[in-house]
């Protein structure tokens, strides 16, 4: 096991993509192997943080102290049986999607920093585009290999429900607290998954590096489509993209069945005109669409059936974009995730913070929300973008205030924060809670939630050495 006390060294370990600056740890360990891990953190009594990649957005794996265990060493993919794959933790989704290329296996999670690790992925049951249509990295866990942060070590598979022990190597085994907490339904990344009659696996995934940590994931994949119809539509209004929703929603997935649908409001598209100088200059709003087709002679109907659909709506059809092929569809991914990276270039050159929002609700309030956000965000001063995922009734609203409007801008964040929970929706729906915003979980599950929380933690990490400083 390589140990590395130097503070340069460690410094890289302190960072992560959320600009969060205050970490600190006495160490980094890299064990080559899980065996190896058990037999350090037996001996171990100091705080442990997990590293993934270091692409979070919520500060969880910046250490308040004690040790960092870089799990990085643990990289190795194999294809098991059909439609499985093992993977280690430190295995990117860049090189399990490098991996599938060459057989006929999908996994459809796709969020949009692929430099991810599969252990973060994990931990921050993350998510992409495609979620609409598959849903997020929790359903495609099949099974793991779990250390807890005394050492203890156990498989847990799909399908052992929490109302059953959970078992470890040593002999020991842990029982699901008694707790009335449910996690929201909407979409949902804040704080443990709790659903009666959930499986244990459940809820790791999500947990923020708190609860146990993955050494091996078993991943379920999907046969690959054999290609997608996909487009960037542009409109004249926003009202008019946002009222396409649940028109799309109406179908249920009959004749038009997108897996994406994902939106840049008129400041994003403002901003990927320096990339993308193509952009109907009196566009105000988009949407990014795409529908798998499994055979190939689908393809020319669903097509189609979305030009049959999408003539009869207010869309600047004549300006918008259609796939002719991979590499169209590959651009499309790209325009989705040139967002964030300009406006994380544009605000590292001119000194500026962003706030970023990551909220959600119930369809029934879809267009109350949008309807909100764009009433509040247009009438404050602030720079702001909005884009995402619009199938979700998820969107990320970055707030882009100068140094003058800091304090303005938070409480402008409090203010949106205040009517999604009154929505019963979520502070975050993709990034998790981390360091960064447990002020919002906090008031969105309330001092009951809170301890019931607790209790899920003190059964698997009594003494709080886990995340220190995640979620609760
Ligand atoms: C430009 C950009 C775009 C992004 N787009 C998306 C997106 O579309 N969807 C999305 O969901 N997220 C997105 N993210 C956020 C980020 O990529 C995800 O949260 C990702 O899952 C973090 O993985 P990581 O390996 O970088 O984890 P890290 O940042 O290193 O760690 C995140 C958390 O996971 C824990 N952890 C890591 N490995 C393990 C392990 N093996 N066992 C237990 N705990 C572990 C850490 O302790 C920490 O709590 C984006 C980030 C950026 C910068």
Redesign the pocket.
């Known amino acids: 096991m390589i140990r590395k006390t130097k503070p340069e060294f460690i410094a890289p370990y302190l960072r992560?993509?959320s600009n969060f600056s205050g970490g600190n740890a006495e160490e980094v360990v890299i064990p080559e192997t899980s065996d190896e891990l058990v037999a350090f953190l037996k001996n171990e009594t100091r705080p442990v943080?997990?590293?993934?990649?270091?692409?979070?957005?919520t500060a969880?794996?910046i250490p308040f102290g004690g040790v960092i265990v870089s799990?990085e060493r643990l990289n190795e993919i194999t294809l098991e049986e059909e439609g499985r794959i093992r993977v280690g933790?430190a295995v990117t989704l860049n090189k399990l999607q490098s991996f599938l290329v060459s057989t006929n296996w999908f996994y459809p999670p796709n969020?949009?920093?692929t430099?991810?690790?599969l252990?973060?992925?994990?931990?921050?049951n993350?998510?992409?585009s495609r979620s609409y249509k598959y849903g997020v990295t929790r359903d495609y866990v099949e099974e793991v290999e779990l250390v807890l942060v005394d050492g203890k070590k156990t498989i847990v598979k799909r399908g052992l429900k929490i109302t059953e022990p959970l078992k470890f190597e040593d002999g020991s085994h842990i029982s699901f607290p008694e707790v009335s907490y449910q996690s929201p339904e909407c979409k949902n990344?804040a704080g443990y998954f709790v659903h009666p009659g959930m499986d244990w696996l459940d809820l790791f995934i999500g947990s923020?590096?708190?609860l146990?940590?993955?050494?091996k994931i078993v991943l379920r994949l999907l046969p690959c489509p054999i290609d997608f119809v996909s487009g960037i539509l542009f409109f004249e209004d926003e009202t008019s993209c946002w009222k396409l929703i649940p028109k799309i929603k109406a179908f249920n997935g009959q004749k038009i069945a997108p897996c994406s649908l994902e939106y840049f409001d008129h400041n994003a598209l403002d901003k990927l005109k320096s990339r993308h100088q193509n952009i109907p200059p009196h566009s105000k709003a988009a949407l990014f669409f795409e529908q798998d087709v499994d055979q190939l002679e689908d393809y020319d109907l669903v097509m189609e059936n979305w030009y049959e659909f999408l003539s009869e709506e207010k869309i600047m059809l004549d300006d918008s974009w259609f796939a002719q092929g991979a590499k169209d569809i590959q651009k499309f991914h790209d325009f989705r995730h040139d967002i964030?990276?300009i406006i994380?270039e544009e605000n590292s050159r001119a000194g500026k913070v962003k706030l970023g929002t990551d909220m959600a609700v119930t369809d029934n309030h879809f267009i109350s929300m949008m309807e909100f956000y764009k009433k509040t965000l247009a009438n404050n001063g602030l720079d702001y973008v909005m884009f995402g995922h619009l199938g979700d009734n998820h969107l990320h609203i970055n707030l882009l205030p100068d140094a003058s409007q800091r304090e303005y801008a938070h409480q402008v964040y409090d203010l949106i924060v205040d009517q999604i929970l009154e929505w019963r929706g979520t502070v975050s729906a993709?990034?998790?809670v981390?360091k960064l915003k447990k002020k919002y979980f906090a008031k969105m599950v309330g001092a009951k939630g809170l301890s019931d929380l607790k209790k899920i933690k003190d059964c698997l990490d009594p003494d709080n050495r886990l995340?220190l400083g995640?979620i609760l």
């Open positions: 992560d993509a943080t997990i590293a993934g990649a270091g692409t979070g957005l969880s794996r799990l933790p969020p949009t920093e430099w991810a690790s252990g973060g992925t994990l931990a921050t993350a998510s992409g990344a923020d590096g708190t146990g940590i993955f050494t964030p990276i994380n993709e990034h998790g981390g995340g995640n």
